[in-house]
């Protein structure tokens, strides 16, 4: 064997390593990202609470809202329909994100319902996270999440979506009290909701 072709094969071995640990790396740290959830005990369990309810469906009544009034239940809220609002991309003005904002500020109890696509929330959920300005406006707040979608595993969105709202829960000093795809879910929140 030349030397030329001894130092060749010695090279892709050296890559074909590198990139194999690399893998390896990467397979490693992603089992390691799905973190336990971390979760508190609501704050605002009294039945004068204000409650608002994000639909961040393209449904005002969909399968996202008959699960918000599940985990509800008998209790008042006031329901904020993202679709029903002009939110551009952010760097495109504000549009009506002032209107939402005004509603859900000072709120005791927030519900974020979203459908899943393509394995996370909706667009309509996350053009709104972009445009939110940290802020005292939620601190206190009770935050519960409504992940919900066709596919029986919903693993992937609820991991990205709990990834994504528990940062906005801790920048906002909220209480992020749980999250739900299934019925059986939703009651064990609208328990810990009614402070049971």
């Known amino acids: ?9 010695c090279l892709i071995l050296i890559v074909g390593l590198g990139i194999g640990s690399g893998i390896s790396r990467l397979t490693t740290s992603d089992n390691n990202a799905v ?12 039945k004068n609470a204000k409650r608002v309810f994000i639909n961040a469906s393209m449904n005002n009544d969909g399968t996202t809202s008959k699960m918000a009034k599940d985990l509800f239940g008998n209790l008042s809220y006031q329901q904020i329909n993202l679709r029903d609002y002009n939110i ?8 009506d994100f002032d209107k939402v904002w005004q509603q ?9 319902g979203t459908p899943v696509y393509w394995s996370n929330m909706s667009g309509y959920l996350k053009t709104f996270i972009d445009h939110m300005q940290i802020n ?3 601190r206190g707040s009770d935050l519960y999440v409504i992940v ?8 992937a969105a609820i991991n990205s979506t709990y990834g994504s709202l528990n940062r906005i829960a801790t920048r906002f000093k909220m209480h992020f009290v ?5 019925n059986n879910q939703i009651n064990r929140l609208h328990q810990k909701m009614i402070g049971k």
């Open 1 to 9: 064997m030349s030397v030329r072709k001894w130092l060749i094969s």
């Open 35 to 46: 973190a336990a959830k971390r979760f508190e005990q609501p704050a605002h369990t009294n």
């Open 88 to 95: 551009p991309q952010i760097g495109q003005g504000n549009g």
């Open 104 to 112: 859900l500020k000072g709120a005791d109890v927030i519900v974020i």
């Open 136 to 138: 005292n406006d939620l």
């Open 148 to 155: 919900q979608g066709a596919d029986s595993n919903q693993t």
């Open 178 to 182: 749980g999250i739900a795809q299934t």
